[in-house]
Structures are given as structure tokens and as C-alpha cells.
């Protein structure tokens, strides 16, 4: 506490990221990280790309990368917005697009970062219940609003909407923007992007943290309306002209041309995911359906926070979260074959 | 232009950075970038940590980072805050420390970043003009404010205070943040680091992009009180949990633990500086004192502008700013020894 602290800080109540535990020899499914490092190109490209060059500024917008973005998803590169990661693409979208009368809508169950951006920028919010089944109803979303956000995977879920489901969300809801936080779309969900081109309120927002590997590298981008891209950057350049360094552009640019590595990865995540949900209802556990590379679980007899407990006694680290409504489940990482089956073994062995 | 732009946006006028030409055989004297490469030990580091740990998020705070910088600076760990660029750092510093009643004071010749910020944080802020010689007159900011803030050496002048005239400023004003924003301190200026610990309004401000060649790396901090610290802390983790990714960090570790490399790089820019000074003179360049790796300098007989357009046809590109009271000067960077001297010749043949 600070009698120099603008009155926003001692409101503030910041987002507490999964553990990055210094012990080597954990068995880490608590950060929806992938297990499978990025694409040896990435590594060469990074690697070569360690020159003195560096000792001159990025290029602000990043424009290589938003070019290979754009191509990838077949859009122009003016509807393309480069960020450290898309969290702070996120960030800028709640200052840039989110600052209105009205609430924001969003699920109950959700991203953690949504009520601290609101916070942070003074947005009103309302959230929105889940289904029992923790599923997103899109009516509930028919309402007086200034703008909706909700990842598609939802996270911790996991559940997914369809293209046609969010299709019908614009079609009932013109008057403000939707956001559409695609961070775990590419394990088995299909991409809302194909709308981008036929409804200008639509914003997309997905990562190279979760798909691509490269989470130690820090780049996300949003995918929107050239006049939607404009106010993003018109916020990031009244806050940082080079929030993406060249290291991370010259990543970010192996990494989307790598398709072949990309796919082959993701393919091997949603094997080891439909492995790992068999094996947890044969011992009892409800799974919530999931598109994304983590699952969400619980059993019916033991308690979600001391199972949470005696994994990590046995070196398996997951994330449990103590609000109310999901205290009673575990949100599990899918690892490397060797790692869930560790996973499952000391499950096995507590329940 | 979009219905959907939050209010904030509309105001905007973001920050224009010294250009990054794609073409590569210019002599680049515009962006106060250092002319010479990262240590060679920054590299090698750079290069062991390319791996597949890059699939996992980063240590959220640097730690590692901070704690080379707070023995750098004989600080504890809590007196450090470390962003994307000092330019983040600043940004959440107008956030944190300047949303107050009072107007925040800064030069009106200055880093044009300053008033963009306040902008983006509806900060209301009052230029103080710098002295006919360019210079910051302390006394001119003994007055009501909600904050001070200037570079030392300031930018695009590279005139210096000492530590005495900043010790004396924070003497004067006890109720709100002073920061001291030192890019350019390490060519010839006396950090008042050292103030530290006696004041608990001081904030500094340091990059690795000037004096350590990282410019493409991103990596800037902050040193102050512990309690200013958690302040930015708290905008940080409401903004972006992992701002400076794994390769910067471990760049920037390597870079703080190479002394040697910096101090000759810094060396032999202010031998370069004195050199240029002498020349420029001679040929009839009014030059202002400079502690910086750049020079501020006019020509009684000649135009700014045109000067600048007319380097920039000989491939050597300078900064020329269009505000009334300094578009008859010319900002230029120092760079190494043949291309100092290309400038020469090319002024030489101008004047």
C-alpha cells in the first residue's frame, strides 16, 4: 500500500498464472502447456537469428509476422494485430473495444484475466451462468450489452462451441463486439475465422503459447475487422511500440509456416486426450467433454482439492481452482504419453 | 474510424518511433540505437537457451532478471520491477503513480511518449518549458503537481542534471512521484540510483536497448520503494502475466553479468561523441552539452529539414522533429567511427 498508488491499484485483485515451480522433475500439467517443444525450424530460425541485429529495434508491428498470419488464415494483413501473447492483446481489446455503458458479458466459469481486465479498465461486467452442464447457452447471451467475450474452447471446461452456434450469437447481437478467445481451438474445434470477412463485429483472438509450443516466447494476435485493428493499434501505440521482439517475430513466422509439425502435434495431443478420458471413467471420474489439450474432471466419492494434494505429494502438479461452483474438479494438462500415464497411475493408486 | 472504439480512442495521437528502414545499406543515426552488437556472451546465452523449454511460460516476474539487477544496483529483489521495454515500464507507471488530481509535470521538450501516455490514462499534465539553453531549470517544479517525470540525460537534448539538482528537486517535493527516466545515463551521466533508499517517492527508469545493444529484446526496469514496486506489480498482473519472455530474460541476465563488454562499448561511444562534437563545431554546428549517445545540434545558416532530406539522399538518415520550438535542430545518433565519419563528409559537402 501506497499514498502514491492511483485509486485503480487498490482495487486491483491481479491474475495468479498456474505454478512455474522450480523443482525439475515434476511432472507440470497445470499450464496447459504443450509437452512437445516447438518445431525444431523455430529453433533453428531463433538460433540464427541471434546476430547484432538485435542491437536495433524490432520492426513495431511486427510485419513479417502479421504477414505469414494473414496468409495462414487468408485474411489481409490490416485485419491482423500482433501482441506479447494474446493476453495482452486481450487487454487491449477490453481498453480498446470494451469501454462502454453497457455490461460485458461473460461465463461465470471462465478465463480468470476477464473480471481483472474490467477491473483494471473500470468496465461493468455481468456474468453469465454456465449450464449444469457447464455449457455456454448462446441465448442467454441475447441481451442489452457493450460487448461479449468468452474463450471458444471454453477454459477450464473445455467445452466448445460450434462455427453455427457463434454464427447465430452475431446474428442476434450486432450492436457490439463479440470476442471469440480461440487460445485452445486447434485441438479439435473448428475456427470461427471464416466469419471474420462477413461480420464486422466479430474479433478473434488465438495464441502460439498452446498449439505452437512456444509459450516461453510470448506471441498471440487478434484476427478482426481492419477498422477493429486500427483501435488496437492505436491503444498499443499510445502504450508500447515494440512489444514483440525480433526474436519472437522471426519464432512466430517458422512457427505458422511449419504446418506439417503443428498438425502432427496437435493430432498426437487429442490421441493422448481420448486416451486419458477412457482411462479416467473406467476408474469413476466425470469428464466434461473437451476440445481443447487439457480436461476437466471430477470424482464423485474423493475431494477434488485433496486429490490435487496427493498428486502433487507424487510429483503431478494440476490446477484446481477454489471458487465455488468447480471446487469439486481438477483442470489436468494433456502430457506426453509417459506423463499421463503417470498421471493415471497415481490416480489408479488414490482412488 | 468504428462505432465500436471505446471513447479513449478517438483522442489518440500514438507515438511516431524513429523509422525502421527496410533497406539495409543506410548509415541509421535516427533511434538512438547502439552501433555496435550485444556482448558476444549475450549471444552465446541466447543461442544454450533455444530449446524445448521455450514450450513453457516464462518465470512471470524475471526473477531471475531481477535479482542480477538488484545486485547490479546493490538494491533488494522488491526494489525492482522489470517490463517489455522501459516504454512498458512507463506505461504502467502513468497507470500506477500519475491517475491523480494534480497535473503531472514534465518538459515540453522531451520524450514524446510522455503526453501520449497521459492521454491513454486521461492524466492531466502541464509542460514546463526547458531554459533557452535546453536546460531543465529545477526550480521551474516546485509547484502543485501529481507527479514529475523527465529523462536524464533528457531526450532529444541529451542535456544532464547531476545527482545533486535531483536530490534537490526531491527535497522540494515530497507529496508525489518524482521519476527520473535514465535510457541514456550509462554515456556520461551519475545515476541517481543512489537516492534511492533516502526517498521514497524516486522512481527510476533504466532499458538494455541503449547503453547494453538489446534494443531488439525488449527488456527495460524500474527501481524505487518496495510499496511503488507492488504498485506496478498489481497493474502488471491485471495487464499481462508474462511480459518479457524466456530468451529476453536470459539475454538480459547475461548482459547485466558482462560489465567488461558494456563499459568498453559505452567508451568508445563517448570517444566517438567527443570526436563528432569537435567537427561539427568546426564547421559551424551550434551543439548542446550532451551525456547521451546522441547529439542535439543547429546550423545558423542552414534548414533542418532540408539538411535532413539531403542526408538522407546521401543514405544517411538522422532525427528531425516538427515541434515549433526545435525544427531547426537535428537529433543524431552516435554511431561507430566510419560511420560518424560518413556524416561528416556528407555535412561537410552540405555546409
Chains 1, 2 share one sequence.
Not at 453497457?102 to 474490467?118: E, N, R
Not at 483472438?205 to 488496437?232: C, F, M, N, P, W
Request: with cysteine.
Amino acid at each position: 500500500m501506497s499514498l502514491f498508488w492511483s485509486k485503480v491499484v487498490h482495487k486491483l485483485h491481479p491474475y495468479v498464472p498456474g505454478e512455474q515451480p522450480k523443482i525439475s522433475d515434476l511432472i507440470k500439467l497445470n499450464a496447459n502447456e504443450n509437452p512437445y517443444g516447438p518445431s525444431p525450424k523455430v529453433l533453428e530460425a531463433i538460433r540464427l537469428g541471434t546476430s547484432d541485429n538485435l542491437r536495433l529495434y524490432p520492426d513495431p508491428n511486427a510485419e513479417p509476422l502479421r504477414q505469414v498470419i494473414a496468409k495462414h488464415h487468408s485474411l489481409n494483413i490490416e485485419q491482423v494485430f500482433i501482441g506479447n501473447g494474446s493476453d495482452e492483446v486481450l487487454a487491449h481489446i477490453f481498453q480498446a473495444l470494451f469501454q462502454h455503458d453497457g455490461p460485458l458479458l461473460f461465463p461465470d466459469i471462465t478465463y480468470g484475466f476477464y473480471p481483472i481486465y474490467s477491473k483494471l479498465y473500470q468496465i461493468k461486467y455481468k456474468e453469465i451462468a454456465l449450464m449444469d452442464d457447464f455449457s455456454i447457452n448462446i441465448d442467454d447471451y441475447i441481451q442489452a450489452n457493450s460487448g461479449i467475450i468468452f474463450p471458444n474452447p471454453n477454459s477450464p471446461t473445455g467445452r466448445l462451441l460450434s462455427v453455427a452456434e457463434v454464427r447465430s450469437l452475431l446474428i442476434n447481437n450486432t450492436d457490439s463486439i463479440v470476442v471469440v478467445d480461440e487460445a485452445y481451438i486447434d485441438f479439435g474445434g473448428e475456427s470461427a475465422v471464416i466469419l471474420i470477412n462477413e461480420y464486422s463485429n466479430l474479433f478473434i483472438t488465438q495464441t502460439l503459447s498452446k498449439s505452437r509450443s512456444l509459450a516461453g516466447i510470448r506471441v498471440g494476435y487478434g484476427l478482426g475487422h481492419a477498422d477493429l485493428i486500427e483501435g488496437l493499434m492505436r491503444i498499443k501505440n499510445s502504450f508500447n511500440s515494440y512489444p514483440v521482439d525480433r526474436l519472437a517475430i522471426i519464432a512466430g513466422v517458422a512457427s505458422i509456416q511449419d504446418h506439417n509439425y503443428f498438425q502432427s502435434t496437435c493430432d498426437k495431443i487429442i490421441k493422448s486426450r481420448d486416451i486419458i478420458v477412457k482411462e479416467l471413467v473406467k476408474i469413476g471420474f466425470k469428464v466434461t467433454p473437451s476440445a481443447a489439450n487439457f480436461i476437466f474432471v471430477s470424482h464423485p466419492k474423493y475431494n477434488a482439492a485433496d486429490l490435487a494434494k496427493e498428486l502433487r505429494k507424487k510429483s503431478v502438479i494440476i490446477r484446481h481452482f477454489q471458487q465455488n461452483r468447480i471446487k469439486e474438479h481438477l483442470r489436468i494438462s494433456i502430457g506426453k504419453p509417459e506423463e499421463n500415464q503417470q498421471l493415471l497411475t497415481v490416480l489408479n493408486s488414490l482412488v
